[in-house]
């Protein structure tokens, strides 16, 4: 496959990560007769719509596709953050049904036996499992974290080590063993669940509805493409730019490299917010936007607020049923065509959002 970044919206997980896989031609990622491992985020065991865990529609469409393709050798690897328990979160978020539906075993990391490996850092203990595959698959969720500013591919690997290492790692900073451990650790694919993650923690609890999936084989062009999604400067996610030196992947890419299987249609509206979204939402005039145009607006809003402008943003409108209508204020996305400042795209990243405001506020 080569280094792009595949993206698909919709309200149906399963269709759209189906769709997405089929269109993308990742099947080339995987060699006949080769043995897969899916490694979700189930960081704790609490279900996909809170905003922490991979919804289990994706690792239901990934099963289906390698099975389509004649790759039936697969297995779920998992081993929770430290004081959760990796079988509670198999069953907390469906992984017992969908092992028993499809005959795929399922494997707690935490039980596993490790190697200590070689990285750039020194040793790091890593998973015997997480490493024996011919095929890892990597299904972490786009979402903030209160440590790192945002978590997605590369510190899903994380999950893939025993509990003593993830302790090190914390008292190491995770920004140098997280970005060494990408070195140890290569998937042959990255699915991102980008329906839901949360704003800012990665145990969930404020999640921001997007319904988007998007894949690609370099996990630093992942994490870099998700901070734009976020409005986050990749640079403030140390271990993103540290991955790269050490040969983990490339932080660059251009608009040609995102490759967009079609555009978002469904409406907000089917998912209640937190009170913290619905805080950042309130200098907005919304009317039936897109979830992934609307959840672009929200994180882009949750950085004008770190920053401590929230306060001063101008009136913005975003959806589309603001087409052709006047709006004296900043619109968002290409709906609001009649708006006075207008950002383009359909969605507008993040990033693109908070450009203007910013621009508006000086
Ligand atoms: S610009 Fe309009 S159609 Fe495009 S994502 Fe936003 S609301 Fe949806």
Redesign the pocket.
């Known amino acids: 496959m080569q280094r792009k970044i595949h993206v698909a919206y919709g309200g149906d997980i399963l269709k759209t990560t189906r769709f997405l896989l089929e269109q993308s031609g990742a099947i080339d990622c995987f060699p006949e007769g080769a043995s897969v491992a899916l490694k979700p985020n189930l960081v704790v065991g609490r279900p996909a719509d809170g905003g922490a865990t991979t919804h289990i529609q994706i690792v239901q469409a990934l099963i289906e596709f390698l099975f389509d393709h004649n790759r039936r050798d697969v297995t779920i690897i998992e081993g929770s953050w430290v004081g959760d328990d990796t079988r509670r979160a198999f069953a907390a978020c469906g992984f017992d049904d969908i092992s028993r539906r499809y005959g795929v075993p399922l494997f707690d990391l935490k039980r596993d036996s490790y190697t200590a490996v070689d990285t750039p850092i020194g040793k790091i203990k890593v998973c015997d499992r997480a490493r024996g595959a011919d095929c890892l698959v990597n299904l972490p969720v786009l979402k903030g974290h209160c440590q790192t500013v945002m978590t997605c591919a590369l510190k899903n690997m994380k999950g893939c080590i025993p509990d003593n290492e993830k302790r090190r790692f914390h008292s190491l900073g995770l920004t140098e063993p997280i970005a060494a451990l990408n070195t140890a650790l290569r998937p042959v694919l990255h699915v991102v669940d980008g329906i839901c993650g949360d704003l800012n923690f990665e145990e969930g609890g404020n999640p921001v509805l997007q319904e988007r999936v998007f894949l690609g084989v370099d996990p630093v062009m992942i994490d870099a493409f998700g901070c734009s999604l976020m409005g986050v400067d990749p640079r403030d996610v140390g271990y993103i730019e540290l991955a790269q030196q050490y040969g983990a992947g490339s932080m660059a890419f251009t608009p040609q490299d995102i490759v967009l299987h079609n555009?978002?249609?469904t409406h907000r509206g089917a998912m209640r917010q937190s009170g913290q979204v619905a805080r950042l939402a309130k200098c907005v005039k919304a009317c039936?936007?897109?979830s992934?145009?609307?959840g672009s607006l929200i994180h882009a809003l949750a950085r004008l607020d770190e920053e401590g402008l929230l306060g001063y943003a101008p009136k913005i409108a975003?959806?589309?049923g603001m087409?052709g209508v006047p709006f004296d204020g900043v619109g968002?996305?290409?709906?609001?065509d009649q708006a006075k400042i207008k950002i383009p795209?359909?969605?507008?990243s993040a990033a693109a959002i908070l450009q203007t405001l910013r621009d508006q506020l000086k």
């Open positions: 555009q978002p249609q039936d936007a897109c992934a145009c609307y975003i959806g589309q087409r968002v996305g290409r709906c609001c795209g359909c969605p507008p």
